[in-house]
T-cell receptor, first 114, second 113 residues
């Protein structure tokens, strides 16, 4: 597609349930990022994939959070046993390579945990 | 710890004025800085970047200034327009290839006609 695509755009779930958020990066982009943005806040780094290198998971807030990426395409962010504090917009971005700050962001998946 | 932050959470200007948005960073090893604009309900968009071997870089109506001595970054927007209303974030990368961008908290720019 023309841009980074994220789904679902909105997700409402109950506390304790698992959720999966999907990101389709721009074709040919080797780097993929996940960020979390709480209401009125900045972007909190979660995880970063670059090609076949081991992902940088240093931003994942707990072991309830995990992410996978299939080759240089789709990525899935999974949150297990969701908590109310997980409510946020989860933003995915891709870039042609590492070492560039020119990230292309999707419009995010808004997660609400009741 | 390492952080990227902004001096002011909000900035209100009149259409046609010049806007200056500031950012302070604490990691002296950072060598690459970027400004992003985020409109309501959308993902951030790249505006302009600057590397640490430069003090100033200009784009279309925007200028980024970097003062490494005091670890300060600013974004200047000339002839601000209502369409410039958004949240502006500065971001940095530490001096390592393949490291993710770290974003500051953001400044909300409001432009009135």
């Amino acid at each position: 597609g023309a841009g980074v695509s994220q789904s679902p755009s909105n997700k409402v779930t109950e506390k304790g349930k698992d959720v999966e958020l999907r990101c389709d990066p721009i074709s040919g982009h080797t780097a993929l990022y996940w960020y979390r943005q709480r209401l009125g806040q900045g972007l909190e780094f979660l995880i970063y994939f670059q090609g076949n290198s081991a992902p940088d998971k240093s931003g994942l807030p707990s072991d309830r959070f995990s992410a996978e990426r299939t080759g240089e395409s789709v990525s899935t962010l999974t949150i297990q046993r969701t908590q109310q504090e997980d409510s946020a917009v989860y933003l995915c971005a891709s870039s042609l390579s590492s070492g560039t700050g020119y990230l292309f962001f999707g419009e995010g998946s808004r997660l609400t945990v009741l | 710890g390492e952080s990227v932050g902004l001096h002011l959470p909000t900035l209100s200007v009149q259409e046609g004025d010049n806007s200056i948005i500031n950012c302070a960073y604490s990691n002296s090893a950072s060598d690459y800085f970027i400004w992003y604009k985020q409109e309501s309900g959308k993902g951030p968009q790249f505006i302009i970047d600057i590397r640490s071997n430069m003090d100033k870089r200009q784009g279309q109506r925007v200028t980024v200034l970097l003062n490494k001595t005091v670890k300060h970054l600013s974004l200047q927007i000339a002839a601000t327009q209502p369409g410039d209303s958004a949240v502006y974030f500065c971001a940095e990368t530490p001096n390592q290839a393949g490291t993710a961008l770290i974003f500051g908290k953001g400044t909300t720019l409001s432009v009135s006609s």
